[in-house]
């Protein structure tokens, strides 16, 4: 079981990396927004910035593909929904918040190497997964992990035009082109439908998108989750 005050730290972490990426955060920042001394902080993470951005990474990745892997088995919904989180998220911090495994694979995923295989295992889980839903319906498995590299590339280069320019329309506008790749795909090869059999039930309006797309949770910690620090 993860303590309450390493899952304090983890959200912490996971919204200074979001904001500032690897670099642009340091302990004391992370001890006040995680309203924690700095003895705790090594007492968990006696590695200190290295281990504590790692594992914020690594969790992101993990739970962000686990919500994919349990979603509904319609993809357009899931896709909405990856979308919107972002498009709320950014909104609500007022453009300063991108994705904790993006932000930082920018500012530091190059120059400190435990940093960036995080990024890159946060990436391939997100990949894997919605590759994984793709090839659950059909999709064959080559070309359901090219679509999937496609979707995840795009929502983080849309994020990431969404931060700087203010604006939630190049999410919104990138959420429209894979949707529309996707059926496409679909079409080319013979796929019917998007919602062959649903693992669990879900508002979908018409066409299967997501009638109120539902939130992925920012980190592991807020859902209680603690297998990703295995």
């Given at each position: 079981?993860?303590?309450?005050?390493?899952?304090?730290?983890?959200?912490?972490?996971?919204?200074?990396?979001?904001?500032?990426?690897?670099?642009?955060?340091?302990?004391?920042?992370?001890?006040?927004?995680?309203?924690?001394?700095?003895?705790?902080?090594?007492?968990?993470?006696?590695?200190?910035?290295?281990?504590?951005?790692?594992?914020?990474?690594?969790?992101?990745?993990?739970?962000?593909?686990?919500?994919?892997?349990?979603?509904?088995?319609?993809?357009?919904?899931?896709?909405?929904?990856?979308?919107?989180?972002?498009?709320?998220?950014?909104?609500?911090?007022?453009?300063?918040?991108?994705?904790?495994?993006?932000t930082p694979a920018l500012d530091g995923g190059s120059d400190v190497e435990a940093v960036r295989s995080a990024c890159v295992h946060a990436f391939e889980a997100m990949?894997?997964?919605?590759?994984?839903?793709?090839?659950?319906?059909?999709?064959?498995?080559?070309?359901?992990?090219?679509?999937?590299?496609?979707?995840?590339?795009?929502?983080?280069?849309?994020?990431?035009?969404?931060?700087?320019?203010?604006?939630?329309?190049?999410?919104?506008?990138?959420?429209?082109?894979?949707?529309?790749?996707?059926?496409?795909?679909?079409?080319?090869?013979?796929?019917?439908?998007?919602?062959?059999?649903?693992?669990?039930?879900?508002?979908?309006?018409?066409?299967?998108?997501?009638?109120?797309?539902?939130?992925?949770?920012?980190?592991?910690?807020q859902e209680g989750d603690t297998a990703w620090n295995a």
């Open positions: 079981m993860v303590s309450e005050s390493r899952r304090r730290i983890e959200v912490a972490a996971s919204g200074l990396l979001a904001r500032h990426g690897y670099h642009g955060f340091g302990l004391k920042a992370l001890s006040e927004a995680a309203e924690l001394p700095y003895g705790s902080i090594y007492h968990h993470f006696p590695g200190g910035k290295e281990e504590i951005a790692v594992a914020a990474i690594t969790g992101t990745g993990v739970l962000t593909g686990r919500m994919i892997r349990q979603a509904p088995t319609d993809v357009f919904a899931t896709l909405a929904t990856l979308f919107e989180f972002m498009v709320g998220k950014l909104a609500d911090s007022e453009w300063t918040d991108g994705c904790p495994v993006g990949e894997q997964a919605f590759a994984g839903l793709l090839a659950e319906l059909g999709l064959g498995g080559e070309e359901a992990a090219e679509l999937a590299t496609t979707v995840v590339a795009a929502y983080e280069g849309a994020t990431i035009l969404a931060r700087i320019r203010q604006t939630d329309a190049p999410l919104r506008t990138v959420a429209k082109s894979m949707e529309r790749l996707i059926r496409a795909t679909f079409a080319a090869e013979g796929i019917g439908g998007p919602v062959p059999a649903p693992r669990r039930a879900a508002a979908t309006g018409e066409s299967g998108a997501a009638a109120r797309p539902g939130k992925f949770p920012e980190t592991p910690a």
